[in-house]
């Protein structure tokens, strides 16, 4: 588990950089999770952004909650991202939030995977206009990192925060449907405060 865990810290390192904050979140009967903050002074456009990265998640297969027995090895691995405007709000305060979810496999036994919507049941941040998250696809920003002994690769999986709204219909219709729109409207995703796509 600790190797696991080092070789993530290091892909995340070689990839985001050096992190300039970090925090320990350890839930009843789970193992700690840590989230590292990263913060670049420009990115693509020049305006700063903040990332934050989970680290823990990955410590342990993720396994189907049907199955009788637990896979020790076998099984998805996972940390999160989350990408902000840096100075716009108080993000910082996500830490927290995003510890819970990268715990809920462990607490929940779900298997967090591209396209699953994942909701804190509160504000993200305080003020944030989101209470949710859709998980996005891995290999961008952060490589997959390929493991040894039969175990599968930890995958680094964005979080696109969701206003209710856009949660709700993505329920209805769909991970793709959500991010055409997105994509359609220019939305800037990173923008902490940013409202609701128009979902008509």
């Known amino acids: 588990m600790e190797k696991v865990l080092a070789l ?8 985001l950089g050096e992190p300039d904050a970090r925090a320990s979140v350890t839930f009843l009967g789970t193992d700690r999770v840590e989230v590292l903050r990263f913060t670049v002074t420009g990115d693509g456009d020049g305006r700063p952004v903040v990332r934050y990265a989970t680290l823990g998640m990955s410590a342990r297969p993720m396994t189907d909650p049907t199955d009788l027995v ?4 076998r099984g998805p691995r996972a940390e999160l991202l989350l990408t902000v405007r840096a100075g716009l709000a108080d993000t910082d305060k996500v830490l927290r939030p995003l510890a819970v979810l990268a715990a809920s ?9 591209p396209g699953a919507s994942l909701d804190v049941g509160e504000p993200l941040w ?3 206009p989101f209470t949710s998250v859709l998980v996005g696809e891995s ?3 952060v490589p997959d990192l390929e493991l040894d002994g039969g175990m599968d690769p930890v995958r680094f999986l964005p979080l696109l925060p969701m206003t209710p709204n ?3 219909w ?5 991970a793709r449907a959500l991010e055409e729109r997105w994509l359609g409207a220019g939305t800037d995703l990173r923008d902490p405060r940013r409202a609701s796509v128009g979902l008509d």
Do not use: Y
């Open 8 to 15: 993530v810290e290091a892909r995340l390192r070689s990839a």
């Open 70 to 73: 637990a896979d020790p090895v």
């Open 105 to 113: 496999p462990q607490v929940e036994g779900v298997v967090v995977a």
């Open 126 to 128: 305080p003020g944030a």
């Open 139 to 141: 290999g961008g920003l």
């Open 166 to 168: 856009e949660a709700a």
């Open 170 to 174: 993505k329920r209805v219709h769909g």
